[in-house]
Structure formats: C-alpha cells, structure tokens
C-alpha cells in the first residue's frame, strides 16, 4: 500500500492534483488507514501513470475518462481508442500548423526591423495595428 505522498512522488504528480482526479472520478476513491489516510494500491499507481502519460501527450480529461473507460472494457473494439488518438493528433497537428504561421509572423516582423530607433521600430508598427489584426483573422486576437 502506498501513501499519496509515495504515488506522487513516484508518479511525478502533485498531491493536490491526485486529490483533484479523484475528486472529479478519473482516480478511484482509495481506501483508508485506521487513521484515515488514503492508501494506494499498485493499480491505482498503474492508472495515475496512466494519466499523467496521457496529459503529456495533451490529451484533454474528458479524453483520458474516455480511454480509461475503454481500458476497462477489454473486450471492446481498439478502433475506439484509435478513434480517440486520431482526434488528438489532429489536434496537434492544428496547434502546430497556428504556431508556424505565429513563427513565421514573427520573423517577418523581426526582419522588416531595422533595429535603430524605437520610434521608428517596425515591430511595434505591426503590434500596434490593429485593423491588419482584424484583417487576417476577421476578429480581434483573445
């Protein structure tokens, strides 16, 4: 039986965080000391490991409630969890396509600077007009 101390520190999760799992179902309540603490079982180390992959990969909690649910059913079909992966790396591949066109908006920005006065400072030009902004998105950046 483990501590929730040992789970988090074996787990790399903070206490408060394992609690918040439980709390809102992804870990299952543990069982109790006689003094009341919480005691942890190998499984339970297992399926927070599990989770704590899972949020490194950028899965979202509904996700991981998701896959966890379809780990339990070992009977079911993996097309479901393929299902589940494909929608992540969608995901992914969207953030980082935003994060080219931010990457590649910064180094136009960068070069068209000719780095001598601040007043003269192209970089905060392109900052300061809003209607470009406006322009390329259709709506203002939250």
Known sequence: ??????????TGTKVQTIRYYEQIGLMPEPGRSEGGQRRYRDADLDRLAFIRHSRQLGFSLEAIRELLDLS?????SCAQVDAVAQKQLREVE??????????????????????DRVADCRI????RDHEECLADHGRPAT
């Open 1 to 10: 039986m483990l501590t929730i101390g040992t789970l988090a520190k074996r």
């Open 72 to 76: 339990d059913s070992p009977e079911r």
């Open 94 to 115: 969207d953030r980082i396509a935003r994060l080219e066109a931010l990457r590649v908006e910064l180094q136009r920005m960068l070069s068209e600077c000719s780095a």
């Open 124 to 127: 905060l030009e392109v900052l």
